[in-house]
């Protein structure tokens, strides 16, 4: 069942781009939402900071109508819309001048708890630090929360860090990574370290390889040029899949807290070997009769921005000796799905029909847009005629187990703001984590550079550009369907 839900204590936390995209469709339905769930205290405020003097009116008249277009708040919930908009406070702010911060310090209630949430441009991260010290409005208790991207390569990333890190301390600061604050991404966890049955077969000796897929449907849309200048590698290897790969190869910590979870995932990301030229493909969507193809849509028609990569990494320690980890992430692909499978070893011998010993158990974990796991398992074909095999999955689709609970689950930014104001930072992640991150995959990227590489082109609605059906093909193996 999904736990009974603990309100946090009081706080007063501020959002720095309170207007921005990210705030209105994002932050603030996900606030209503335990708002409602009544996990936000009455007397909480979320005050929001940006340009522009819109005034407290104009702002709650914003987020009200950012809830209802972003939300999808129930009949039920909007009863308690105009509760949770009472609770809304703006201050207009220049974050490079000095417009503003009196007014900012003398609204913060430096008794509660305080959090700072940075959702604008990183080059603007400093300032705001800087500020929020010099006007003396963060106490040694103040949290901060930083959006991605986390830095371009590993040289930036530093300079983030070091710039966050003079005026604040690493327990202060929290970076925020979307992906693990999903449901599954913690039930993977509580799968592997609350269960008995798993962990002695996740290593080398069971597991034949680990599939980790985030696959979109959507192109580059509205973010052409900021994307453009990122690219799939940056986009989504370097954060999110890395951070799925550190939870699935981890070792068990001692403890279910912070440091001790990020120590582990550290080790992980530090034992990665060096990915090999041939072990990538990079694929950029081409256009159909009907579609437009990345070029257009990134409005660069010379681009060699990849919105697809496939990777096979290998993790240089005892548990995952000679075990490939296929990773692979794209847009504009046939299906929206996100999915980690642990592939296991074949029979080393049936009793049964011959090609019993061809059938593998795979652990599927999907994380998006149904959460869940199966668990494929043979089992005897029901009814007379012999002993027939067939392979069949173990369902436990998260909304089916829970019933009318599943409702209640939070999604990710709402999980990963509560735990802010508890204090929490397992599901944040460390400044040495994200550095150890960058040096993993800048030497990919600078290779690409370096060599001008044109990333292989790949249909609309595909899986995949071909090459990266030959990454896995080469080694007798298969993607899983893009489904
Ligand atoms: P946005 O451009 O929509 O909003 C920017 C906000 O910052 C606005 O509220 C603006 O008033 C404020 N701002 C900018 N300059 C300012 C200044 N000098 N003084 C005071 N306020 C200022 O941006 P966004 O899409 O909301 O993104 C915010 C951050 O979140 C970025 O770092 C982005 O990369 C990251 N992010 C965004 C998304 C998303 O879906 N939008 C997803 C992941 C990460």
New binding site residues.
């Given amino acids: 069942m999904v736990s009974r839900v603990i309100p946090v204590e009081p706080f007063d936390l501020v959002i720095?781009?309170?207007?921005?995209?990210?705030?209105?469709?994002?932050i603030l339905p996900g606030l209503f939402r335990r708002f409602c769930a009544g996990q936000m205290p009455a007397d909480a405020r979320i005050i929001?900071?940006?340009?522009?003097d819109i005034g407290q009116q104009g702002y709650q008249d914003l987020i009200r109508s950012a809830i209802n277009e972003f939300g999808a708040p129930s009949a039920e919930s909007l009863e308690y819309l105009d509760a949770f908009i009472a609770q809304l406070h703006y201050v207009?702010?220049?974050?490079?001048?000095d417009g503003?911060w009196d007014d900012l310090s003398k609204l913060i209630r430096k008794d509660l708890v305080n959090a700072y949430y940075?959702?604008?441009?990183?080059s603007?991260f400093g300032?705001i630090a800087a500020r929020l010290n010099s006007w003396k409005i963060a106490t040694s208790e103040a949290r901060i929360v930083?959006?991605?991207?986390f830095g371009r390569d590993l040289q930036s990333a530093k300079a983030l860090n070091n710039v966050l890190s003079q005026q604040f301390n690493e327990s202060q600061i929290y970076r925020?990574d979307?992906y693990l604050g999903k449901e599954t991404v913690q039930n993977l966890m509580a799968v592997r370290f609350g269960n008995l049955l798993f962990e002695p077969l996740w290593n080398a000796q069971y597991v034949d390889h680990i599939q980790i897929t985030v696959a979109e449907t959507v192109g580059v849309g509205g973010?052409g040029a900021?994307y453009d200048k990122s690219g799939a590698m940056r986009d989504m290897v370097q954060n999110h899949l890395m951070q799925l790969l550190c939870l699935i190869a981890m070792e068990p910590p001692s403890h279910f807290d912070p440091d001790a979870v990020r120590d582990e995932k550290l080790k992980v990301i530090r034992s990665l070997a060096p990915v090999a030229a041939h072990h990538v493909v990079r694929g950029q969507y081409d256009a159909t009769t009907s579609t437009a193809s990345y070029r257009t849509d990134a409005e660069n028609l010379r681009s060699f921005t990849e919105s697809y990569v496939a990777i096979k990494a290998h993790i240089e320690n005892w548990r995952w000796a000679g075990v490939p980890f296929y990773l692979r992430t794209g847009k504009k692909l046939k299906a929206r799905t996100s999915e980690i499978a642990i592939v296991f070893k074949k029979l080393p011998h049936s009793i049964f029909e011959k090609s019993a010993d061809e059938k593998q158990n795979v652990l599927a974990i999907q994380l998006q847009p149904n959460e869940g796991m199966t668990l494929d398992v043979t089992i005897k074909e029901p009814g007379p005629g012999g002993m027939r095999l067939v392979h069949v999955p173990l369902d436990m689709t998260f909304a089916d187990a829970l019933g009318d609970h599943s409702e209640d689950t939070p999604d990710a930014y709402e999980r990963l703001i509560m735990d802010v104001i508890r204090g929490d930072q397992t599901l944040f992640m460390r400044g040495d984590e994200v550095e150890a991150a960058w040096k993993w995959t800048d030497p990919i990227i600078e290779a690409w550079e370096a060599r001008n590489d044109v990333p292989k082109l790949y249909d609309v609605g595909s899986a995949g550009p071909e090459d990266a059906m030959a990454l896995i093909h080469r080694d007798g193996r298969r993607w899983r369907e893009v489904k």
């Fill in positions: 720095f781009g309170g207007t921005g995209d990210l705030a209105r469709r994002k929001g900071a940006a340009r522009g207009a702010v220049d974050i490079c001048g503003g940075f959702s604008v441009a990183p603007l300032d930083v959006e991605k991207p925020i979307h973010r900021y």
